[in-house]
């Protein structure tokens, strides 16, 4: 299980058949990572892991890919990160002239 999973409650929303699935997509990706690296080449990295392009509970096949784990964990930080929620900048905090060590 990758790290993204094991405080995730994830997997209660994944379909029945979920194992089934995942299972095709590895084989149709050939069980190797298509992430694109930034040559445009495919990662060569064999795939363990099956994500969603789009919405989480979309488990159609062309919505699906092959993924190595860094590259889940790094597409899952992604995601994670985009739905925080966004806080306002914080104010520089005001600095006092300094009167040396107390």
């Known amino acids: 299980m990758s790290g993204g999973w094991q405080n ?7 379909p029945p058949d979920w194992d089934k ?3 095709r997509i590895l084989e149709r990706d050939g069980w190797r990572c298509v992430w694109k690296l930034p040559s445009g080449a495919r990662c060569s990295n064999p795939a363990t892991d ?8 979309d488990h159609r096949p062309e919505r699906l890919r092959s993924l190595c784990s860094p590259h889940h964990d790094k597409r899952t930080s992604i995601q994670g990160n985009a739905a925080k929620p966004k806080l306002p900048p914080r104010k520089a905090r005001e600095t006092k002239p300094s009167d040396g060590w107390r």
Not at 8 to 14: E, I, N, Q, W, Y
Not at 50 to 57: A, L, R, T
């Open 8 to 14: 995730s409650d994830r997997k209660d929303t994944l």
């Open 21 to 23: 699935i995942r299972l």
């Open 50 to 57: 099956v994500d969603h392009m789009g919405k989480p509970w």
